[in-house]
């Protein structure tokens, strides 16, 4: 039987390397799989608590999870397309128009 | 031979290694420079928490996992990756500044801090005990989203929609002529 | 003729109102006339008020009230008593001859019906003071008088020199008039005080009522009498230029020169005596306050007269000569001698009167010019003015039976008898007496007599003024010769008029003793009458003939004559010490307290503390995407933590 | 139609300015004749409207006249409530005096916009006669708020070189002062509908007992919000940017009605509401007044520009009214009242004469005159007789209000105040006098000076009127004195207990001393018939009525009578 406080250490752990990744690293592809990993611990939560407590309505929460981590690859994507066509680079610290 | 593969806690044990599996995956995906090594330990990241998850009882999510995170999202990362054949990221070693390293420490201090708070409590509810034949099964989460969650469902596939026309919109080589430099 | 004493005032003030507006659209001539005809008709009626007063004693004519607040309650009201019909007489019998003379004298001048305009306004302002009978209407008249003299000391304004004279003469005359504001609060509020709030009241009856109420009650160390008749002296010594502000009036002879016969020699400068012996009640409880002026008055006797004996301007001379009697006048008030006072001044308006109406005709024969060194030997083609100006001068020196033999006699006489006086106050008058006869006999001697000094063409130009200007300078002799009637001491077998006629208004009068014998007061006679002759003996043996002699002698103490001759230098001192410092501390003011202090650090300051504060974190918006990620997690770390160590979800 | 006139006359007073504004604005703005000489009416109907009032009103009464009080915000107890009494009387009378002089003093002097200029001044005057008439503390506040604006619009559209600067500041200065004000309202409407019926009413709030800590925190409040405004001592440096940037009118209206908000406000307001509070900072306001009167007579010794000394000149005279009105005294009060009066009259007709200058020259530097009088003569003597007011020649204006404050001051038992401010009359013909000598007398050196010519017409018709008021003052005070003397000796003997019994206009239907207009409850929100009506009494005690047609017998006496 796997103790539920196990599952939830995980998934903060994940969620951790994670935020590290995206504060990290400099390059916007290895900001986006570092967000997918933060998405993937939230639903490894999710499935730890519906176990513990038979809820299976997480289940269909994870699936909408899924299927926003795939929209916001998408999107994602086409603005690193968009950048690297205009600026050439992918560099996050290229991109500071918004700079105050 | 070892309890540890003793039948009745073998999925404890197989817990415990998919956990590790996937802690060094991950580790491992934020420090590699090259990017396809990334996905790759990204989608080892992935199939480990699928196992958690078929571990869990959540076989339909297990299976959405395989079948639409690692099959599809991350094939769409390693295209865009040789899309544009990104060389190593860049000579020097990912620069943590301190601000940051410091920023993550506090995180990870906040997340176990919150995790412990409420461990004790929330756990306090005793475990239900599962029938596994109508948990986590596409049956029983088939149901759940077509009748409780439908609206959400639906809404989903205008999120997508969304998500579709704006990929297609930004990534235009059309468009791109509005670039200022 | 009782109830036309409002017609006094009003008459000149028709007059004034008539040459300004109405007047400007008749020829000259018109104004002119209109305006001799208002101070003649104001000079009759006032004669014939005065003939009632003789008779039946004061009038008082109620003409509503001015000021009706609370305890304070002010009327418009006239008053003639025995005192106010003296200077009633005086101002409007020498300011219409002064009228009549001025026709002659501004008779080419642009500002002909501005002149007139202002001469009526001045006669009215005086009149309105002389019958006021309460203080507050007294000061309108007083400041009203000083504003006339502002106006005609500055009549030639196009000349700077004169317009800041006039400026001079207003503002100096403001100083006192704050000090006689705060005289008069303090007599009306220590009567509220007394009395509780109904009991104000700034009528001469009334303050006479409560003299002894001023005696009493003590404010700051000092009785309230002593302290209120200080400070209405300060009032009167800028009125009448005694010592610490008589500045103004040597630079008031800016002004034409019938205005300095009228204003700065007969009428103005006397009113801080009239005001004086108007609150004689005030003085004779308040014997301090009676010393000081009796000293004041004697020193600044003294101390004009050294400097009018250096004098070259033959109109300055007159001015330190003015301040000088106007000195024996406050001597004898300040020792208690009050009708003495004012006869004096009766008779030094005749004589000081003349004396400037003929240094005037001088002036407008020589055509302008001032410079009693550049004159002489004017008797051959101004003889009329050269006996008139002989007679004043002698007048004024004290010769024998002449009106100021009479006055200066009796001032000296009691300064020595009274026991408010001493033996110093009369070295003092003394010493006065024989400069007084000095300077003036070296002034007619370098004008008249001797050999011309004048340049050719001003010689050229030389007539005797015309009639309607010679005809005032003969009245005012016979007055300045006859005048001394009007005070004949016993000795001569005569009941001294004046002293008699201002009896009612002297309320406790002191007491000086008469001359107990004939002989004594015939002894006396000859002693005044001694140093007179030997100072008019000196001058005219020295000046017409000895000039070089005189210079040597005035080479010989070079620094005493410069030190007399510019005037002790007061000028220089008072704008040393008070007009320079005066603007650098407003400047200070304006420029560090307004500029630097409160706007450039409280205004400036804060603004400039904002905009600073403003900069300071737009330094926190960096483009880097990462830089605001990491803003996003501390906050949330910040407001997870706050709120789980608050409670947590419990 | 009289009747209404005579039962809305303040209503009428403030409103009639702004329809004027609306017609002048539906006038094309090239017509200029039309403009000004349209606007010009209007101001002179509205002071001879004003002049109805001085006329009706009722000199033995210290109560608030032609009173008009209507429900406006019922739940928190607003209330539209407008009322004149002796202080106010002669304010709102001087506001209409000077708002058609100044109108004809713009005929040539403003070229761009002029049509804006004329509406600003129309606003102006409406919001002013609305703040002095106000009875409410919201009514007065939207009104005191209200005036800024036209007068920020005046002094930073048509202002000089450093306008927007000026401009800004005076606004800011002002704004300061009243948020506070506003702060210490709130306290006290709080307080107030703790133990009454709620009710912003300033009649209402006349009667509560605050205790004295409370009382010195508001009156602080108070204080700081009018004396910016008055202004005093360390806050006038708002006044001369604003003087010498404003146009003529601008700055006319400014010096001579907006600065007496000040003064009136701690009359109004400040003094009565906190006795105790008064009484503890009168010494420290009159310190402050006595400092405001030598610094500002001896700043303006040494100004440069013509504007910013008569601006400075004002402080030094509004420091004469504090003193006046922190005296205590009836002599006090009523002398700065005088002060208030004369000053706007004497200070707006200098500026206006300045203008005349400004309009011919286009310099306000002193050193650019010099012998003016050879060239202007009539202007030489208004302007001089203008000076002699200013600076209080006994028979001018200007003497009667400084003497009655001097007496005032005198009265206090620290006499050194008086003192003071007696050198004050002497600074005061220091700088004026050197004014006058630099710009009038001397040659007329400057060759663009010798071509100036003299006033016209229309420039004198400007100012005789204000030197026939200045006389009238300076001769027969007893006219203003006696109008203002039942108010004033009211504020000042009852000043602890503080009440002021608010008489509705006396409608000539016949009906009994106006009751009708007291029953009656007008009120903007329309009540539901039947409905118990309630009346705020004086005290802002309910009273309750029975419903139906106004009561008789009890119900009424006791709301008259009880004041």
Redesign the interface.
């Known amino acids: 039987m796997i103790p539920l406080e196990h599952v939830i250490l995980l998934s903060a752990v994940l969620f951790g390397i994670g935020t590290v990744g995206v504060l990290i690293r400099r390059n916007l592809i290895a900001i986006f799989m570092s967000i997918e990993l933060m998405l993937n611990a939230g639903n490894l939560a999710f499935v730890g608590f519906a176990r513990q407590y038979a809820g299976d309505g997480a289940h269909a929460v994870v699936l909408f999870i899924v299927v926003l981590a795939a929209v916001e690859a998408a999107v994602g994507f086409a603005i690193v397309v968009a950048m690297f066509r205009n600026r050439g680079t992918v560099n996050a610290d290229e991109v500071n128009l918004m700079k105050g | 031979m070892p309890d540890a593969l003793h039948p009745d806690n073998l999925p404890a044990t197989a817990f415990y290694l998919l956990a590790v599996v996937a802690i060094v995956a991950s580790i491992l995906v934020v420090t590699r420079r090259n990017p396809v090594a990334q996905a790759m330990n990204l989608i080892l990241t992935l199939l480990s928490l699928a196992g958690i998850f078929a571990l869990l009882q959540a076989h339909f999510v297990a299976a959405i996992q395989i079948l639409v995170y690692a099959g599809a999202i991350l094939v769409v990362f390693i295209f865009v990756i040789m899309l544009l054949n990104l060389s190593d990221e860049e000579i020097g070693p990912p620069r943590p500044s301190i601000a940051k390293g410091l920023a993550v420490l506090l995180v990870a201090a906040m997340i176990w801090g919150a995790a412990v708070r409420c461990a004790d409590d929330v756990l306090a509810i005793p475990a239900a005990t599962l029938d596994p034949g109508s948990y986590g099964t596409l049956a029983s989460v088939g149901l759940l989203i077509y009748r409780d969650y439908l609206l959400a469902f639906e809404l989903t596939s205008l999120f997508i929609l969304i998500g579709i026309v704006g990929a297609v919109l930004l990534a235009s080589r059309k468009v791109s002529g509005g670039g200022d430099k | 003729m009782a109830d036309s004493l409002h017609w006094i005032p009003l008459l000149p003030l028709l007059g004034a109102l008539f040459c300004a507006t109405v007047g400007r659209l008749l020829p000259k001539i018109c104004s002119g006339v209109v305006a001799v005809l208002a101070v003649g008709f104001a000079a009759a009626v006032a004669f014939g008020s005065a003939w009632h007063v003789h008779e039946h004693g004061a009038i008082v004519s109620r003409m509503g009230d001015w000021i009706a607040v609370g305890p304070l309650k002010i009327g418009i009201d006239l008053a003639m008593d025995p005192l106010s019909a003296v200077m009633c007489a005086v101002v409007t019998g020498v300011g219409f001859l002064i009228h009549v003379y001025s026709l002659g004298y501004m008779a080419h001048d642009a500002g002909y019906r501005r002149y007139f305009a202002f001469l009526n306004l001045f006669t009215f302002n005086m009149l309105v003071l002389v019958l006021a009978k309460n203080l507050p209407l007294l000061f309108v008249g007083w400041e009203g008088v000083g504003l006339c003299s502002y106006l005609l000391i500055g009549f030639w304004f196009e000349d700077p020199a004169k317009a800041s004279a006039g400026k001079k003469a207003f503002i100096v005359n403001r100083i006192g008039d704050a000090a006689f504001v705060m005289g008069m609060l303090l007599l009306f509020w220590t009567q509220v005080q007394a009395t509780g709030v109904t009991g104000g009241s700034l009528d001469f009856s009334d303050l006479q009522e409560k003299r002894s109420l001023f005696e009493t009650t003590s404010w700051g160390g000092w009785t309230v009498g002593t302290v209120a008749a200080l400070l209405l002296f300060v009032g009167a010594c800028g009125k009448s230029a005694q010592l610490p502000l008589y500045v103004w009036l040597p630079d008031a002879m800016a002004g034409p020169t019938p205005v300095s016969a009228l204003i700065h020699a007969a009428t103005m400068v006397t009113a801080g005596v009239y005001m004086i012996v108007r609150m004689n009640f005030l003085y004779t409880g308040a014997p301090a306050a009676m010393a000081v002026v009796a000293w004041v008055g004697a020193s600044t006797a003294l101390f004009a007269a050294l400097i009018a004996i250096t004098q070259t301007d033959i109109k300055k001379v007159l001015a330190y000569s003015t301040i000088s009697q106007l000195g024996y006048m406050f001597l004898a008030v300040g020792v208690g001698a009050f009708s003495s006072g004012i006869f004096h001044l009766t008779t030094h308006a005749f004589f000081k009167g003349l004396l400037f109406l003929g240094a005037g005709s001088v002036i407008h024969a020589m055509s302008g010019e001032q410079d009693i060194r550049k004159m002489g030997g004017l008797y051959r083609m101004l003889p009329y003015t050269c006996c008139t100006f002989f007679v004043g001068a002698a007048a004024i020196a004290g010769f024998p039976l002449l009106s100021g033999f009479f006055s200066k006699d009796e001032i000296l006489w009691a300064a020595w008898q009274s026991p408010r006086g001493g033996p110093a106050l009369l070295v003092l008058g003394g010493l006065t007496a024989a400069l007084t006869a000095f300077y003036m006999f070296r002034c007619a001697a370098l004008a008249f007599l001797g050999a011309s000094r004048a340049s050719e063409e001003v010689r050229h130009h030389l007539h005797e003024s015309p009639p309607s200007m010679v005809l005032p300078l003969l009245l005012l002799a016979v007055l300045s010769v006859v005048g001394g009637a009007l005070g004949l001491p016993h000795a001569l077998g005569a009941t001294n008029f004046m002293g008699h006629f201002l009896e009612p208004v002297i309320v406790s009068p002191v007491e000086i003793p008469h001359p107990h014998t004939a002989l004594a007061e015939l002894g006396w006679m000859g002693a005044a009458s001694a140093v007179a002759l030997a100072g008019m003996g000196f001058a005219l043996w020295l000046y017409p003939r000895k000039l070089a002699l005189a210079e040597s002698w005035a080479g010989s103490w070079r620094r005493l004559h410069a030190l007399s001759s510019n005037k002790f230098y007061v000028d220089e001192l008072y704008l040393l010490f008070v007009v320079l410092p005066l603007r650098a501390f407003s400047f200070v003011c304006w420029k560090i307290g307004d500029g630097l202090m409160i706007d450039g650090a409280g205004v400036h300051g804060i603004a400039g503390a904002v905009k600073g504060g403003g900069n300071a974190t737009t330094s926190l918006q960096t483009g880097n995407v990462q830089h605001s990620a990491i803003l996003l997690w501390a906050g949330g770390a910040v407001v997870l933590g706050a709120f789980l160590w608050l409670g947590g979800f419990a | 139609m009289l009747e209404f006139v005579d039962a809305h006359i303040l209503t009428i007073l403030i409103l009639f300015p702004v329809v004027g504004a609306i017609l002048v604005a539906l006038v094309s703005s090239e017509d200029r004749d039309l403009l000004l000489k349209g606007t010009l009416g209007l101001t002179l109907a509205e002071f001879l409207i004003s002049l109805h009032c001085v006329y009706r009103f009722d000199e033995g009464t210290a109560a608030v006249q032609f009173g008009e009080r209507y429900r406006w915000i019922p739940e928190w107890g607003v209330t539209y409530c407008v009322g004149i009494d002796g202080i106010s009387l002669w304010l709102v009378l001087l506001t209409t005096f000077l708002t058609p002089l100044v109108i004809l003093s713009a005929w040539h002097a403003v070229e761009k916009r002029l049509k804006a200029y004329l509406l600003c001044f129309l606003l102006l005057e409406s919001t002013m006669i609305g703040a002095l008439v106000a009875l409410d503390f919201v009514l007065f506040y939207l009104f005191w708020e209200a005036m800024l604006l036209p007068m920020f619009l005046l002094i930073g559209v048509w202002g000089g070189q450093r306008r927007i600067y000026a401009a800004v ?1 005076f606004m800011l200065f002002t704004m300061v002062g009243s948020v506070l004000m506003l702060v210490a309202v709130l306290w006290l409407y709080f307080e107030h509908a703790k133990v009454h019926a709620p009710s912003t009413n300033l009649l209402d709030l006349y009667g509560m007992s605050i205790p004295f800590q409370a009382q010195c925190w508001l009156f602080g409040a108070f204080a700081l919000a009018f004396a910016i405004k008055v202004p005093m001592f ?1 806050l ?2 708002w006044l ?1 940017d604003a003087h010498v940037e404003a146009p003529t009118g601008g700055s006319v209206i400014l010096a001579a009605v907006l600065l007496k908000m000040g003064t009136y406000g701690f009359m109004r307001f400040a003094i009565p509401l906190f006795p105790e509070a008064a009484e503890y900072f009168a010494p420290a306001l009159c310190a402050l007044a006595v400092i405001g009167i030598v ?1 500002g007579a ?2 303006s ?3 440069p520009d013509l504007k910013k000394m008569v601006a400075y000149s004002s402080v030094s005279h509004l420091g004469y009214v504090m003193l006046g009105l922190f005296a205590f ?3 006090g009060a ?2 700065g009242l005088m002060q208030m009066l004369s000053h706007g009259l004497t200070t707006g007709a200098l500026f206006l004469c300045v203008g005349m200058l400004y309009e011919r020259r286009h310099t306000r530097l002193i050193e650019d005159y010099g ?1 003016i ?2 060239v202007m003569p009539h202007f030489a003597i208004l302007f001089v007789i203008i000076t ?1 007011g200013s600076i209080g ?3 001018l204006s200007g ?2 209000a400084e ?2 404050v ?2 005032g001051a ?2 206090m038992e620290d006499r050194r105040f ?2 003071i401010a ?2 004050g ?2 600074l005061g ?2 700088y004026m ?2 004014m006058v ?1 630099r710009v ?4 007329t050196a400057n060759p663009k000076n010798q071509v100036l010519k003299d006033l016209s017409g229309r420039e004198i018709a400007v100012l005789a009127p204000i030197l026939v008021f200045i006389l009238w003052m300076g ?4 006219t203003f ?1 006696d109008r203002s ?1 039942a108010s004033i ?1 009211h504020w000042v003997t009852e000043r602890s207990d503080y009440r002021l019994e608010f008489r509705p206009v006396r409608t000539a239907r016949g009906e009994a001393d106006g009751e009708a207009a007291a029953g009656a409850e007008f009120c903007f929100t329309p009540l539901p018939l039947g409905e118990n009506r309630v009346r705020v009494g004086e005290e802002g005690r309910q009273v309750a009525l029975p419903p139906g047609p106004s009561p008789d017998g009890e119900g009424r006496r006791a709301g008259h009578d009880a004041h």
């Open positions: 500041k360390p006038h440096t001369p610094y001896l700043v010794f040494v100004q005294g009836l002599c009523q002398g012998g009088a050879t002699l020649l006994p028979g003497f009667v003497f009655l001097l007496v005198f009265g008086a003192i007696g050198t009359v002497i013909a220091m006098l050197s000598q009038l007398y001397g040659p001769i027969q005070p007893g004195l003397a000796d």
